[in-house]
């Protein structure tokens, strides 16, 4: 066993618990991938103290070494995929997984030339197969991203990997570039933002790749430079990092959105619809225009808890709030501002017609029978609109306003509590 590795298990393995408790608290879909990822780099090291044994099984475990590492930066390119519920990613990310193996492993074992010529036109030319099968239902620019890197991989195998002497070393440090330079790519595609996570890990995936350009070249071109094995794993390090501070990152945005959003409806709540009110009525202050407020409340919600169940509920409020937000203009704000209570801010140019024509229009699509899975209902809603500066001249006034006349409704329709 070569127990110099010991250290560099130990680290790694302590890096992904830590990955995996912070991967634990968070919300990001990407990170059961990233912990998968871990946990194969993890599985690395631990082969690699097996590699000296003499026989098959040296052999075994410089296969399943080199696979697990490369089996972690797929894992890696996944997680940062957009598109990952798409049913041709599965097929790429199951032909890239399955070619790789296949070629490393026929390179390891020193297959014969035609096979391993072969494996080498197969993993080039997969992924490029399943791009062009579904070209017309679905592409992206990583898709091509992702084939272009293949491709040229496959064609620069087929020139290096049968060299006298050092063949086999330069194929398996091209595939091991390729995987790593392409998490790099897809990385800089999913986090464009000027956060230190995101830098760390996209130039940690860098320095990554660039080691099995670097390393090779210092041992040919400089052989009495000697470098330590630990300096070579630094990116590893690196990565796990950056991916850490991407996780804590998301997970200080996820709650920066919940203090100021309803977390059913994902709409504002009542702290940044007050934020937001107050900012529009100062905009029309400004310019001499006006601003409508328009408040909305269901007419028959408790029944429909009452009789079909909060489940059906939660669905009515969702649905609301969905029809609701696709009525008005993006530079208006549609707020949950209580149990079943909507608030609408027309941001100016409006007018006391066009807010009356925007609370029929939201009263309508409430009126008419609503499907929710297997339930029909018929809920309905009141409505009370005020107009700044015509009704009230501040935001306190101008709520109780519309809050009054949507009272004055409810009532007037049967529909009060």
């Given at each position: 066993m070569d127990w110099r590795t010991l250290p560099d298990l130990v680290a790694v393995a302590l890096l992904a618990w830590a990955f995996a408790s912070v991967a634990r608290r968070s919300h990001a879909p990407m990170s059961g991938h990233w912990l998968s990822g871990w946990l194969l780099i993890v599985l690395h090291f631990a082969a690699s103290m097996f590699i000296p044994a003499p026989g098959i099984w040296g052999?075994?475990?410089?296969?399943?070494?080199?696979?697990?590492?490369?089996?972690?930066?797929?894992?890696?390119m996944r997680a940062a995929i957009p598109f990952r519920q798409e049913t041709s990613s599965?097929?790429?990310f199951l032909?890239?997984?399955?070619?790789?193996?296949?070629?490393?492993?026929?390179?390891?074992?020193?297959?014969?030339r035609l096979l391993l010529n072969l494996s080498a036109i197969l993993l080039g030319a997969a992924p490029l197969i399943i791009a062009l099968v579904v070209v017309r239902r679905f592409h992206h620019p990583l898709r091509w991203a992702v084939?272009?890197?293949?491709?040229?991989?496959?064609v620069i195998l087929l020139l290096i990997q049968s060299r006298p002497g050092n063949g086999t070393d330069l194929a398996l440090n091209a595939v091991l570039f390729a995987v790593y330079f392409g998490c790099c790519i897809y990385f800089w595609y999913m986090y464009r933002r000027n956060t230190a996570g995101a830098f760390i890990t996209i130039a940690g995936f860098f320095a990554w790749a660039s080691v099995f350009v670097v390393a090779p070249t210092m041992a040919t071109n400089f052989p009495q430079v000697q470098i330590q094995s630990e300096v070579w794993n630094l990116p590893k390090y690196v990565v796990a990092v950056g991916m850490?501070?991407?996780l804590l990152e998301d997970q200080i945005a996820h709650n920066k959105h919940l203090a100021l959003h309803d977390e059913l409806t994902g709409l504002p709540n009542r702290r940044l619809f007050q934020d937001r009110l107050a900012s529009a009525l100062e905009r029309?202050?400004?310019?001499g225009s006006q601003a409508a407020l328009l408040m909305v409340d269901l007419d028959r919600f408790k029944q429909v808890n009452d009789t079909r169940g909060h489940h059906v509920g939660d669905l009515l409020l969702q649905h609301v709030a969905s029809v609701f937000s696709a009525r008005v203009r993006r530079s208006?704000?549609?707020?949950?501002t209580g149990g079943d209570e909507f608030a609408v801010i027309l941001e100016a140019p409006t007018s006391s017609a066009e807010a009356a024509l925007v609370g029929s229009a939201l009263l309508e699509l409430l009126n008419k029978p609503l499907q929710l899975q297997d339930h029909s209902m018929h809920v309905g809603a009141s409505l009370g609109i005020a107009i700044f500066p015509e009704d009230a001249a501040d935001m306190e006034s101008l709520c109780i306003t519309a809050d009054?006349?949507?009272?004055?409704?409810?009532?007037?329709?049967?529909t009060a509590d």
């Open positions: 052999l075994l475990a410089t296969i399943a070494s080199v696979a697990a590492l490369i089996a972690a930066g797929f894992f890696f599965r097929w790429m032909a890239l997984q399955g070619t790789f193996l296949l070629y490393i492993s026929v390179l390891i074992v020193g297959g014969p084939v272009a890197l293949s491709f040229s991989l496959g850490i501070l991407l029309a202050r400004r310019s208006d704000t549609v707020a949950r009054l006349r949507m009272y004055d409704n409810k009532r007037a329709n049967g």
